[in-house]
């Protein structure tokens, strides 16, 4: 495939993907909660020390996802730079081990411990999230794992850092989330992107996208079960 071919099959995923998640995640009862200030206390803090959690984990899975495709990344050494730069910001900033102390200065202010984030297990939707990335790092291709990294919640005080870092560069020069996956998508595709059968690159993103909803509604839901 064409670099310029290349370019155009990933922005049109991703136009995919920001609707689906405006369907499946922005317009249900979860956020629409959130956005307009009427998200229980205790919703909002089932939802974040569970989200706490999940923090930790996704950050240890970009470096394990480092270590699977470093072949890749020897030969596109212009993205493994990025890489190395990427992993170092998320695990350093602002301060060892990381972006996870973005995480608690909200979570504090919700009166949630670092033991309950830290120690407690996740509830089974988050757990979903976290294994299906796991499942597709060990078991599937670089361009499925690529693929399955859908849009970053821009809510509360995390998640409006990581729209942030997501969408520009960094201090230091450190390139953003969004930019970094794209790249890195379009140059597997360059390369001839292998996929299983099943595993096409829209079923990768959507399902992303279907779990989040799925996390995000969890917290509504286990409250009044």
């Known amino acids: 495939m064409s670099r310029a071919e290349a370019k155009a099959c990933v922005n049109d995923l991703y136009r995919r993907v920001a609707e689906r998640w405006q369907e499946r ?19 909002l803090r089932l939802f974040f020390k569970s989200w706490a959690s999940f923090t930790i984990d996704i950050n240890t899975l970009e470096c394990a996802t480092y270590h699977k495709h470093v072949a890749f990344f020897r030969k596109h050494r212009d993205l493994m ?3 190395a730069q990427k992993l170092a910001d998320e695990l350093i900033y602002p301060k060892p081990p990381g972006h996870i ?11 949630i411990s670092e033991d309950e984030v ?14 299906c990335r796991r499942a597709l790092l060990w078991e599937g291709t670089m361009a499925e794992v690529y693929a399955h ?37 379009e140059r597997l595709l360059e390369d001839g992107a ?14 992303s996208v279907d779990l989040y909803g799925a996390t995000f509604q969890a917290a509504l839901e286990i409250l009044t079960a």
């Open 194 to 207: 292998e996929l299983r059968p099943g595993y096409s690159l829209e079923y990768c993103a959507m399902t």
């Open 25 to 43: 995640v922005t317009n249900k009862p979860f956020m629409q909660k959130l956005r307009s200030g009427t998200l229980s206390r205790d919703a």
């Open 81 to 83: 730079a990025a890489m």
């Open 101 to 111: 102390h973005v995480v608690l200065e909200t979570a504090k202010a919700l009166g």
């Open 118 to 131: 830290f120690l407690e297990p996740m509830p089974s939707e988050f757990r979903s999230l976290i294994d």
């Open 149 to 185: 990294y859908g849009l970053t919640p821009d809510e509360a005080t995390y998640f409006s850092t990581h729209e942030e870092a997501d969408l520009k560069e960094h201090e230091g020069g450190v390139m953003g989330h969004g930019t970094f996956r794209r790249m890195v998508l």
